[in-house]
């Protein structure tokens, strides 16, 4: 009952975090003078990939880093098959050019990248710094297109006053964390004593419960009406968690995962995903698309429980 608790728990400081979060990266988008697709990709991402590092570095200094390896490959379906597709339900998306142009992409590469160095079943940490290197190029494209931004926009001053912008920002990202944590916490205990390896319990349990931040931070951007912050959050994590948190897993310890049909199954539906996501010629991904992506996870849930177990 303690463990059904503490995920509890989990969900209900996902709930506040997020709606605080939000409110933070907008006014914060407003502050700097730079769009909240960028603030979105970069900012909010990394803070809400914050769980996924904290279990990445954990879990390979514990020197089991497959625990970190399934947990980002699971987040990175999860973020899209599962948060993208519930906020898609909600209504359809219009992205803005600068995604389909700069994140997109490079999102749709990972799992395609990921699976070529994997394929003498380990990523070494050479392996490691390449995808570091693709993460730092990506990094640079964003924070120089922010720069243009700003220096081609007038400064705005909003309704709200900085320190109430960095205090809902902090308070947010604070409650985040703790989902995270809290549902992972709960959900991995459950999981290990039905006798999964850890390599299952990363790629599922784990990786949604590293995922709620994504969740409540899209879902909560959704109904307010701030698609590009929902949307830059959800590609960046997933650029983040394959081109960062990867990368540092590998290099602290080599990754290997003994039975590799998981992972190949996790890349597969990841790549999948992705590709069902990608925004027809209008810049639009339609609202159908978040039943099918549902559809999706529920296969890829179902096919690595079978037989990445």
Not at 45 to 63: M, Y
Not at 122 to 151: C, K, N, Y
Not at 246 to 264: D, E, L, N, R
Request: one cysteine or more.
């Amino acid at each position: 009952m303690r463990d059904y608790a503490v995920l509890l728990a989990g969900i209900a400081c996902a709930g506040m975090g997020g709606e605080l979060f939000i409110r933070g990266v907008v006014g914060l988008a407003g502050w700097l003078r730079i769009s909240p697709g960028i603030i979105g990709a970069v900012v909010a991402a990394f803070a809400t990939s914050s769980p996924e590092l904290s279990v990445a570095i954990n879990a390979a200094l514990a020197g089991q880093p497959q625990i970190a390896f399934g947990d980002v490959l699971g987040s990175n379906i999860a973020n899209v098959a599962l948060v993208l597709a519930l906020a898609l339900i909600i209504a359809g998306i219009r992205c803005p050019r600068s995604s389909i142009r700069r994140d997109f992409p490079v999102a749709l590469l990972i799992p395609p990248c990921t699976g070529l160095l994997f394929l003498d079943g380990t990523l070494s940490r050479i392996d490691g710094m390449l995808l570091l290197g693709l993460f730092l190029a990506w990094l640079a494209v964003a924070v120089a297109e922010a720069r243009q931004q700003r220096s081609a926009t007038a400064e705005v001053l909003g309704e709200w006053r900085r320190w109430r912008i960095v205090c809902c920002c902090a308070a947010g990202l604070a409650l985040l964390i703790l989902a995270g944590d809290l549902v992972v916490s709960g959900a991995k205990r459950i999981a290990l004593s039905l006798g999964m390896d850890y390599f299952t319990v990363g790629v599922t349990v784990v990786a949604i419960g590293t995922s709620t931040p994504e969740l409540a931070t899209a879902v909560i951007a959704k109904l307010r009406g701030h698609d590009e912050v929902g949307l830059g959050t959800i590609l960046g994590s997933n650029i983040f968690n394959g081109l960062l948190i990867v990368p540092v897993a590998a290099i602290i310890t080599p990754i290997t995962v003994a039975h590799s049909a998981g992972a190949f199954i996790s890349l597969c539906f990841g790549f999948l995903a992705m590709a069902l996501t990608y925004p027809d010629r209008t810049g639009h991904i339609h609202q159908a698309r978040g039943w099918l992506l549902l559809l999706l996870y529920g296969c890829s849930l179902y096919l690595v429980l079978t037989f990445g177990n």
